[in-house]
């Protein structure tokens, strides 16, 4: 085994808030667009091993400190092994205002519920217009939220899903108007966090049981998405998307689905 200690400073792309002892807030702030890479996921790891850990804890809600977006996608220009190299890592309420696409989508599908902002809210999961397969579960969690042909027309589509289609498609509980999001998102933590743990926990227990798929259908999907990313249609579409200004604030990030859409015409 090699240990190699790195003598450059870990930048702090995960804020934790600590509201109260049963109720924590996790904030992204990692700007201009707040992209998910190799820095990033040991971070986030630590922070879900702190919840998964603490006795107390009963919510937590996930938000961004980067205006317009929650969480975007993988981090292209890193290198794929400085993600491959990472080892495996060991839920709560999440209100969407931004763009959650790709990774962002994967990680809202993973919480227990998920609240977006009407007017702002941005979700997709576009990876095949680029080539790639998804690799966070979103094929084994969408079908179960919107039914096959909804999870298929996400997927296949490759489009972006604004707040208010993503209501009524079940992708998130309710999109709310934005200047109400904040408010109906913190008294809901907040409610849940005044009950009994053990009650929470029991009734989350059976819940996911009737709910949830289960490990096996999820895990196959990441190693499938990193051997899709390394295929040359792949490159060459992510190298087309970096290009016209992907990774940087602006109108690609923006609406990627509508520039997944016009690679290669």
Same mark, same amino acid.
Request: glycine share 8%; proline share 7%; aromatic share 8%.
């Given at each position: 085994? @090699? #240990?190699?200690?790195?003598?450059?400073?870990?930048?702090?792309?995960?804020?934790?808030?600590?509201?109260?002892?049963?109720?924590?807030?996790?904030?992204?702030?990692?700007?201009?667009?707040?992209?998910?890479?190799?820095?990033?996921?040991?971070?986030?790891?630590?922070?879900?091993?702190? +919840?998964?850990?603490?006795?107390?804890?009963?919510?937590?809600?996930?938000?961004? *400190?980067?205006?317009?977006?929650?969480?975007?996608?993988?981090?292209? +220009?890193?290198?794929?092994?400085?993600?491959?190299? #990472?080892?495996?890592?060991?839920?709560?309420?999440?209100?969407?205002?931004?763009?959650?696409?790709?990774?962002?989508?994967?990680? *809202?599908? *993973?919480?227990?519920?998920?609240? !977006?902002?009407?007017?702002? %809210?941005?979700?997709?999961?576009? &990876?095949?217009? !680029?080539?790639?397969?998804?690799?966070?579960?979103?094929? !084994?969690?969408? $079908?179960?939220?919107?039914?096959?042909?909804? /999870?298929?027309?996400? +997927?296949?589509?490759?489009?972006?899903? $604004?707040?208010?289609? /993503? &209501?009524?498609?079940?992708?998130?509980? @309710?999109?709310? $108007?934005?200047? =109400?999001?904040?408010?109906?998102? &913190?008294?809901?933590? !907040? @409610?849940i966090a005044s009950f009994d743990k053990r009650a929470i926990s029991e009734t989350k227990r059976f819940a996911?049981? /009737?709910?949830?798929?289960?490990?096996?259908?999820?895990?196959? =999907?990441?190693?499938?998405?990193?051997?899709?990313?390394?295929?040359? %249609? *792949?490159? %060459?579409k992510i190298t087309e998307l970096i290009e016209r200004g992907l990774?940087?604030?602006?109108?690609? =990030?923006?609406? #990627?689905?509508?520039?997944?859409?016009?690679?290669?015409?």
């Amino acid at each position: 085994m @090699r #240990l190699q200690v790195s003598d450059t400073p870990r930048t702090k792309q995960i804020l934790l808030t600590r509201h109260s002892s049963a109720y924590w807030r996790v904030t992204f702030n990692h700007p201009p667009v707040n992209i998910f890479g190799p820095e990033t996921m040991p971070q986030l790891d630590e922070i879900i091993t702190a +919840l998964e850990t603490d006795e107390h804890v009963k919510v937590v809600v996930f938000d961004s *400190a980067v205006e317009g977006f929650f969480l975007t996608h993988y981090d292209f +220009l890193a290198k794929l092994e400085d993600t491959t190299r #990472l080892p495996p890592g060991p839920t709560g309420l999440q209100p969407l205002r931004g763009r959650a696409t790709g990774v962002g989508s994967e990680l *809202a599908l *993973a919480c227990d519920m998920r609240f !977006a902002s009407r007017e702002r %809210a941005i979700l997709s999961q576009w &990876e095949v217009g !680029a080539g790639i397969v998804p690799g966070g579960g979103p094929m !084994a969690r969408l $079908p179960r939220l919107m039914g096959r042909g909804r /999870a298929l027309e996400v +997927l296949l589509g490759a489009d972006d899903i $604004p707040g208010d289609l /993503a &209501e009524r498609y079940g992708y998130v509980n @309710r999109s709310l $108007p934005d200047a =109400e999001l904040d408010a109906f998102v &913190e008294s809901l933590a !907040a @409610r849940i966090a005044s009950f009994d743990k053990r009650a929470i926990s029991e009734t989350k227990r059976f819940a996911d049981v /009737a709910s949830l798929p289960p490990d096996f259908e999820i895990a196959p =999907e990441w190693d499938v998405c990193l051997a899709s990313i390394m295929r040359p %249609a *792949a490159q %060459a579409k992510i190298t087309e998307l970096i290009e016209r200004g992907l990774h940087k604030a602006g109108d690609v =990030e923006d609406r #990627l689905g509508y520039y997944v859409g016009q690679l290669g015409r």
